[in-house]
């Protein structure tokens, strides 16, 4: 059954901004993501116990995302000018990778927020793929 909190005043269909589970409830969707409610929370929340992979938590990481690749000869390279276009191994609307530390961990799209560029994961990639 639907919540009263998700759906329109003025209707028996679910607010816009609703999802409807498989069971038939709906749930209001977030405005935005948080990365704070993942992090856990409360006493001892910031205590991990020795072995577990939380003491990676504040290992940095080079993270690369990757457009495309090509190959030029050196005097290609130093010709170079504003302007000039470099062919890249990739379609326009292919997905670009996410590397870290060089291994390929994702797909994704390139976005624009707010006049900066950012990428939306549209797969992470399998053991097969990394290897």
Not at 11 to 20: L, Q, R, Y
Not at 95 to 108: E, F, Q, S, T
């Amino acid at each position: 059954m639907n919540s009263p909190e998700s759906m329109d005043p003025d209707s028996t269909e679910p607010a816009a901004d609703a999802t409807v589970d498989a069971d038939g409830t709906t749930a209001e969707a977030p405005e935005s993501f948080d990365p704070d409610q993942l992090r856990p929370h409360g006493p001892g929340a910031d205590t991990q116990p020795v072995g577990s992979l939380g003491l990676l938590n504040d290992v940095d990481m080079d993270v690369t995302v990757e457009l495309g690749r090509t190959t030029m000869p050196i005097r290609e390279l130093l010709a170079l000018q504003p302007g000039m276009v470099v062919e890249i191994d990739r379609n326009a609307g292919s997905p670009i990778d996410v590397l870290v530390n060089g291994r390929l961990i994702a797909r994704g799209e390139v976005v624009v927020i707010d006049e900066e560029f950012g990428v939306r994961l549209t797969e992470i990639a399998s053991s097969q793929d990394v290897a």
